[in-house]
Every structure is written in structure tokens, then in C-alpha cells.
């Protein structure tokens, strides 16, 4: 099956859409095949403010139908606990609320845009989606990350080249509790190195210290601008470490 045989059978559709690579060429390639798609964000505070920001571009470029949902996901006392799975409950709560939403407003397929690369395994919120009867057709339709990025890049889209950006929650060790504190400092501290120009990297938080994770190809860099770099994290955290192991 290809994506225009999987929107001529399901022509009218939700998207869980985040802005990124494959949710936006998904969007792309339902509104380019005919069918009738309205994207839905949710805006949570595992999701920096750049993410909605893209999200919100790309809509416009495709003058697409886009709807932006608000989720309290730290009221939900498992997912603050951040349990091994914790991706799972995350996701039981943002893709109930789409789904809720997308049935008032008359939509009953709801599709998201995990691809053929992303390994099961490693996902411990592909559980929620196959419970909740969530569409992957990137997946079905056997699309790589690659292949996304290449057809992004003709199609145009300022996504086709987008760094891969786990959410925020992702950078506070397993079984430690989230909180809001920890993630207006995550963001604070990655929103510094974006604008120094470094891209692909993550700020873990490590015992209120921050854990830089660099690729090897931008670490003398970072090293070059370290005295800055150190003024500036420091108001977030106590230390601030260089993680050898290249990302």
C-alpha cells in the first residue's frame, strides 16, 4: 500500500501532529492526496515552545487545518513519577484527548506519524497507540525516516531537515519525579546552546546538575565557548558536565 491508496480508503482523518518530520510530511502528503485532515497539537510542558512554533508554521505553509489542545500532563501522578514506561501513560493521555476532540469534531480515524525506522521495542508508547487503534501509515506504508526526509526536502517543507527532539521528560533520569521546575530549566538550558548555533544535542539533568550530551563534531566548540556557556547554565544548575560519549 502507498499513502495515496491508505487516504482513499480513510479520506477523512485526524493527525496527531507535532511539528516534526514525519507528522509534517504526513500532513503534506494527506492534504496533497484529497482527503479531508485537520492536525491536532497538544501543547503540554513536555514540549518546548519551539515545537508549537513549528507546528504552527508548517500549517501555514500548507494552509492546513490545524487545532492546538492544551494537556496537564504533570496533574497525572504516574506520569510525574516517570516510571520505565511512563511514555506509555504520557501517551494514553495526550492521544484521549485528540481522540475526544477529533469525535466532536466528527472525525473517527485518527492517524499518527511513527515511520517504518522507529523500533518498536524502544517505544514504550507504541503500546498506547495499538490500544487505542491509532493509524501509522507511514509505517503500514513501509516510509523510513530517510525516504521522509527526501521527500520532505522535495516537497519543500523546512521540516525535511529538522533534528530528531525527544520531549523534554526524556532528559530527567527514570523514576526521578518530574517537575516544572526541571523542565522550564531543561528548556531554558537547550534553548541557550540552539542559539550558539549547536543542534542534535540534549541537556540531562543529573542530581540538579546539567549533563551535556554534544555530537563529537561540535565538542571543541563547545569547549571554545565553555566560560560563557558555564555563566550562563549556572543560573539553572549547580554544575554543568561534558558527557565524553559523543551523541
Given at each position: ?76 501522578e504516574t506520569v510525574v513519577k516517570n516510571p520505565s514506561d511512563r511514555c506509555y501513560h ?61 521527500r520532505s526536502k522535495e516537497a519543500g517543507l523546512f521540516t525535511w531537515n529538522k533534528p ?84
Amino acid at each position: 500500500m502507498d499513502l495515496n491508496e491508505f487516504f482513499k480508503e480513510h479520506n477523512k482523518v485526524a493527525l496527531a501532529f507535532s511539528g516534526g518530520v514525519d507528522s509534517s510530511y504526513l500532513l503534506y502528503a494527506a492534504i496533497k492526496s484529497g482527503a479531508q485532515v485537520r492536525a491536532y497539537y497538544v501543547n503540554a510542558a513536555f514540549q518546548p515552545q519551539f515545537e508549537l512554533d513549528d507546528a504552527m508554521r508548517l500549517a501555514k505553509q500548507l494552509n492546513a487545518d490545524m487545532k492546538v489542545l492544551t494537556a496537564d500532563v504533570l496533574s497525572n501522578e504516574t506520569v510525574v513519577k516517570n516510571p520505565s514506561d511512563r511514555c506509555y501513560h504520557c501517551k494514553n493521555v495526550i492521544f484521549n484527548m485528540i481522540l475526544a476532540e477529533a469525535k466532536k469534531d466528527d472525525f473517527t480515524v485518527l492517524m499518527d506519524g511513527t515511520n517504518a525506522s522507529d523500533a518498536e521495542d524502544d517505544r514504550p508508547g507504541m503500546r498506547a497507540l495499538r490500544e487505542l487503534c491509532v493509524y501509522s501509515p507511514l509505517r503500514i506504508c513501509g516510509l523510513t525516516k530517510t525516504e521522509i526526509r527526501r521527500r520532505s526536502k522535495e516537497a519543500g517543507l523546512f521540516t525535511w531537515n529538522k533534528p530528531a527532539y525527544a520531549c523534554l521528560a526524556t532528559r530527567i533520569p527514570t523514576n526521578e519525579r518530574i517537575t516544572a521546575e526541571k523542565l522550564e530549566k531543561t528548556e531554558e538550558a537547550e534553548n541557550y546552546l540552539f542559539s550558539l548555533g549547536f543542534t542534535d544535542f540534549r541537556v540531562r539533568y543529573l542530581n540538579d546538575s546539567a549533563k551535556i550530551q554534544m555530537p563529537a563534531a561540535q565538542m571543541t566548540k563547545l569547549l571554545e565557548m565553555r566560560e560563557e556557556i558555564l555563566i550562563e547554565l549556572k543560573k539553572y544548575y549547580k554544575e554543568v558536565l561534558l558527557d565524553l560519549q559523543a551523541r
